[in-house]
């Protein structure tokens, strides 16, 4: 092999040792560069017409997180909030291309409630517990690990970490003093039938319940043995640089005792109050982590196996994974084709979503929630 030919095999081994995640901008802590739409190959003008489009369909709710949630939910019995929150901004958010700021509306360092994308943040903390080994796999039975009266009885006992994670446990109990039962109950019936409702088999029905997501927080929360919001900060939310204006709240009551220490066991959502709280541009270094599958500037923050696994469609429903929604089975976007773009979802009109073929990121905030799909279907108009 002559010189100029050895040269080459070594740079072609030195390209293909790159991680992928080298491609894009990684923001350091306080900064983040912008560029032009048209300077990474978007179109501009289809970019600002989507960002009308947010700006023309705000979440028609109440700015009062109170009244919006007693409205959201009032057809469930016992409602109420125990947990903090906080009157909205207005619309907000941020289009992320290669990692850049392509364009940004609203005030996107505003901490608001982000209601059920804290399940995203969640799912991420239940992979960071299987990467750290303190989970040996999601098929292994909770009450292995969690050995309290959280799952006692023939059914609860089988209920895996899998199907905690993609909402299919039907878990059945109190949690905080809140039933399983009166968390978006049926439509039809009274109390007493769903009360006295046997649960169906765990793992074939996705019913979304933040009580039972409530106990996978707990769960995990014994696991890691101290609290959620601490094992978020120090491997994810420092490291990509994330400001320090983010909170992770419970309820008034849901303190509990792990190794003669009073935690709060924090919730999956603001259901009934609590929850992430927190600015659009740190959502966007949170999706900026899983755009790059799990690695932030060469260090792999998070397994690109458990980045993976968020993405596929969970047994019960096509359209959810672990945590995070997908843009596929019913509950896919009807103007938006691509199957492999996956987001997260809560509340209001919350949405970080991901898509992977285009390098985008896009955070959008009290955005009306049915607009979402036209929303990100004039976003990829841009990208044409």
């Given at each position: 092999?002559?010189?100029f030919?050895?040269?080459?095999s070594i740079?072609?081994?030195?390209?293909d040792?790159?991680?992928?995640?080298a491609?894009n901008?990684?923001?350091p802590?306080?900064k983040?560069?912008?560029?032009t739409?048209q300077s990474?190959g978007?179109?501009?003008?289809?970019?600002?017409?989507?960002?009308?489009?947010?700006?023309?369909?705000e979440?028609?709710?109440?700015?009062d997180?109170?009244?919006a949630?007693y409205?959201?939910?009032?057809?469930e019995p016992y409602?109420?909030?125990?947990?903090?929150?906080?009157?909205?901004?207005?619309p907000a958010?941020?289009i992320?291309?290669?990692?850049y700021?392509?364009?940004?509306?609203?005030?996107?360092?505003?901490v608001?409630?982000?209601?059920?994308?804290?399940?995203s943040y969640?799912?991420?903390?239940?992979?960071?517990?299987?990467?750290?080994?303190?989970?040996g796999?999601?098929?292994d039975?909770?009450s292995?690990y969690?050995?309290?009266?959280?799952?006692?009885?023939?059914?609860n006992?089988?209920?895996?970490?899998?199907?905690?994670?993609?909402?299919?446990s039907?878990?059945?109990g109190t949690?905080?003093g809140?039933?399983?039962?009166?968390d978006?109950p049926?439509?039809?019936?009274?109390?007493d039938?769903?009360?006295?409702?046997?649960?169906?088999?765990?793992?074939?029905?996705m019913?979304?319940?933040?009580?039972r997501?409530?106990?996978?927080?707990?769960?995990l929360?014994q696991?890691w043995?101290k609290?959620l919001?601490?094992?978020?900060k120090?491997?994810i939310?420092d490291p990509?640089g994330?400001?320090?204006t983010?909170?992770?709240?419970g309820?008034?009551n849901?303190?509990?005792n792990v190794?003669?220490i009073?935690?709060q066991?924090?919730?999956?959502?603001?259901h009934?109050?609590?929850?992430?709280f927190?600015?659009?541009?740190?959502?966007?270094?949170f999706?900026?982590?899983?755009?790059n599958?799990?690695?932030?500037?060469?260090n792999q923050?998070?397994?690109?196996?458990?980045v993976?696994?968020?993405?596929?469609?969970s047994e019960a429903?096509?359209?959810y994974?672990?945590?995070?929604?997908l843009?596929?089975?019913?509950?896919?976007?009807?103007?938006v084709d691509?199957e492999?773009?996956?987001?997260?979802?809560?509340f209001?009109?919350n949405?970080i979503?991901?898509?992977?073929k285009?390098?985008?990121?896009?955070?959008?905030?009290?955005?009306?929630?049915?607009?979402?799909?036209?929303?990100m279907?004039?976003?990829?108009?841009?990208?044409?």
């Amino acid at each position: 092999m002559n010189r100029f030919a050895l040269a080459l095999s070594i740079i072609i081994v030195l390209l293909d040792s790159i991680p992928i995640s080298a491609q894009n901008y990684f923001p350091p802590r306080g900064k983040w560069e912008t560029r032009t739409p048209q300077s990474l190959g978007l179109n501009a003008a289809k970019i600002d017409i989507a960002v009308k489009f947010a700006l023309d369909n705000e979440y028609s709710g109440s700015k009062d997180s109170r009244i919006a949630s007693y409205e959201g939910f009032s057809s469930e019995p016992y409602h109420e909030l125990v947990g903090p929150t906080r009157e909205r901004g207005g619309p907000a958010g941020v289009i992320l291309k290669n990692g850049y700021i392509v364009a940004q509306w609203g005030d996107v360092k505003r901490v608001d409630m982000t209601h059920s994308v804290t399940k995203s943040y969640l799912s991420t903390v239940a992979g960071l517990a299987l990467d750290e080994g303190l989970i040996g796999s999601v098929h292994d039975k909770v009450s292995d690990y969690v050995w309290d009266n959280t799952f006692d009885g023939a059914h609860n006992q089988k209920i895996e970490w899998h199907t905690l994670l993609n909402q299919s446990s039907a878990w059945s109990g109190t949690l905080f003093g809140m039933q399983d039962w009166a968390d978006r109950p049926p439509r039809r019936g009274g109390i007493d039938d769903w009360r006295f409702e046997k649960p169906v088999p765990s793992g074939t029905v996705m019913e979304y319940n933040d009580v039972r997501v409530n106990v996978l927080a707990y769960s995990l929360l014994q696991v890691w043995r101290k609290p959620l919001p601490q094992v978020l900060k120090e491997y994810i939310m420092d490291p990509i640089g994330a400001s320090t204006t983010w909170r992770w709240f419970g309820y008034e009551n849901s303190w509990v005792n792990v190794d003669g220490i009073n935690m709060q066991s924090v919730t999956g959502g603001g259901h009934s109050g609590g929850g992430v709280f927190i600015s659009a541009l740190d959502h966007a270094r949170f999706g900026l982590l899983f755009l790059n599958e799990g690695n932030w500037n060469g260090n792999q923050l998070i397994s690109k196996k458990w980045v993976g696994e968020v993405q596929k469609s969970s047994e019960a429903n096509a359209s959810y994974g672990y945590l995070w929604w997908l843009n596929r089975g019913p509950r896919k976007w009807k103007e938006v084709d691509d199957e492999s773009i996956y987001f997260a979802a809560g509340f209001g009109g919350n949405f970080i979503v991901i898509d992977k073929k285009n390098d985008l990121v896009v955070v959008t905030r009290w955005l009306e929630p049915n607009k979402i799909g036209p929303m990100m279907s004039l976003v990829l108009e841009a990208t044409k």
